[in-house]
Nanobody, 127 residues
Framework: QVQLVESGGGLVQAGSSLRLSCVAS????????MGWFRRPPGKEREFVAA????????YYAASVKGRFTISRDNAKNTGYLQMTSLKSEDTGVYYC????????????????????WGQGTQVTVSS
């Protein structure tokens, strides 16, 4: 049984930083593409960032590029999203997701490509 558990969300002021973590069990992050999505208040879920299975490439939404960094630690079987220079528009519930098929190259920004999802962690940025 695959589980993804996010943590690290919270209430911060604009300009602050946060690091989200996504601990995986039942799935090996070193062989699976992973992504982060968010759902802003009253809006649909949107792509934030992704990392390919080999961690050789990362992908970002235009709105977060240069401020957010996706990474992972294979030894801890954990993915991360480092967020800096946070803005009020970054507010939302953040979800990590993973592709179930090993070594598959998905369409990274498509949420339909991901087989497993965490429960989400709330990030609130006050201006």
């Amino acid at each position: 049984q695959v589980q993804l558990v996010e943590s690290g969300g919270g209430l911060v002021q604009a300009g602050s930083s946060l690091r989200l973590s996504c601990v995986a069990s039942g799935l090996t992050v070193s062989t699976s593409a992973m992504g982060w999505f968010r759902r802003p208040p009253g809006k649909e879920r949107e792509f934030v960032a992704a990392i390919n299975w080999s961690a050789s490439n990362t992908y970002y939404a235009a709105s977060v590029k240069g401020r957010f960094t996706i990474s992972r630690d294979n030894a801890k079987n954990t993915g991360y999203l480092q967020m800096t220079s946070l803005k009020s528009e970054d507010t939302g519930v953040y979800y990590c997701a993973a592709v179930g098929e090993r070594y598959r190259i998905p369409y990274y920004s498509g949420d339909y490509e991901y087989d497993y999802w965490g429960q989400g962690t709330q990030v609130t940025v006050s201006s």
